[in-house]
């Protein structure tokens, strides 16, 4: 059995997840989707929220379980047997950091890294920037799934009439 985690912070899910997750999906028996819980950083969905939304955007992708998990992610891997890390490059800037990630985590637990260099049409999306175009009122319905565009818009409208 191949299995393979594929992690994040999925604050919250784009496109350019998804592109990644169902290119990993193909390529392994077995894909967890990992929300990472960084502690020290208050994300704008609760993580319970990112996992709901993940599920709702691989409902397609039989293979693909979503978890989720607060410490170092070799220790994830480790607990849940899983060998393989797989990360999307949206461009070269990505694999500086990724690439430092990688070599630790081989140092670490001997867990290697696949790249997946994500499709030229998502390359520009980062959940940062979703975030911030939403919170202003632009359109990013062509950039995530419909449930995260629909709950992005509800806390717009909140934030707006607040
Ligand atoms: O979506 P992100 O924020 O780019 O994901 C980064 C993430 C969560 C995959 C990375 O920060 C991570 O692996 N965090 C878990 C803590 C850890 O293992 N740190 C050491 C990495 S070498």
Redesign the pocket.
């Known amino acids: 059995m191949r299995r393979a985690v594929c992690?994040?912070?999925?604050?919250p899910v784009t496109n350019g997840h998804v592109d990644v997750i169902t290119r990993a999906a193909g390529l392994y028996d077995e894909l967890v989707v990992a929300v990472?819980v960084?502690p020290g950083k208050a994300g704008l969905f609760s993580v319970e929220e990112r996992m709901d939304l993940l599920r709702e955007a691989v409902t397609d992708l039989p293979n693909v379980t979503v978890d989720s998990?607060q410490?170092?992610?070799?220790?994830y891997c480790r607990s849940h047997e899983i060998p393989v890390?797989v990360?999307g490059l949206r461009a070269v800037s990505d694999f500086e950091y990724e690439l430092?990630?990688?070599q630790?985590?081989r140092e670490?637990a001997a867990v290697e890294t696949l790249f997946v260099p994500t499709a030229p049409q998502v390359g520009h999306l980062s959940?940062s920037l979703v975030k911030q175009v939403a919170k202003f009122g632009g359109d990013v319905s062509r950039l995530v799934p419909k449930a995260v565009d629909d709950r992005l818009r509800e806390r717009a409208r909140r934030e707006g009439s607040s």
């Open positions: 992690p994040g912070s999925f604050d990472l960084n998990f410490g170092l992610l070799v220790d890390i990360k430092q990630m990688a630790m985590n670490l959940s």
